[in-house]
């Protein structure tokens, strides 16, 4: 069992940033997967970035390389995704989800998944 909480979440103006968190608890191994995926308001779930729990490799969507970076703290067992640049199409109900042995840029490869925060970047 895994358990993920995420935070971070809130309104922010076009062009601003946002730190966002993911708690993670329970069965972490070195062979587990964090990856962030978003939803935004009738669309489908998409891939943002992931990374291992050893901290290497790290994958990100084509479009957001060089706006967001996923980044893990071990010793805190929380993985971040720090979002710069934002802009109206980013905002979307951002989910943490665990894995394992490799990132997958599909959302049925995993197997737990937090309850969302919502970014809201108002233009």
């Known amino acids: 069992q895994v358990l993920l909480v995420e935070s971070g979440g809130g309104l922010v103006q076009a062009g601003g940033s946002l730190r966002l968190s993911c708690a993670a608890s329970?069965?972490?191994?070195?062979?587990?997967?964090l990856t962030w995926f978003r939803q935004g308001s009738g669309k489908d779930r998409e891939f943002v970035a992931g990374?291992?729990?050893?901290?290497?490799?790290?994958y990100y969507a084509d479009s957001l390389k060089g706006r967001f970076t996923i980044s893990i703290d071990n010793a805190k067992n929380t993985v971040y995704l720090q979002m710069n640049n934002l802009r109206s199409e980013d905002t979307a109900v951002y989910y943490c989800?665990?894995?394992?042995?490799?990132?997958?840029?599909?959302?049925?490869?995993?197997?737990?998944w937090g309850q969302g925060t919502q970014v809201t970047v108002s233009s």
């Open positions: 329970g069965r972490i191994t070195s062979d587990s997967v």
């Open positions: 990374m291992s729990w050893s901290g290497s490799p790290v």
């Open positions: 989800a665990h894995g394992w042995i490799g990132v997958s840029r599909l959302s049925f490869d995993y197997d737990y």
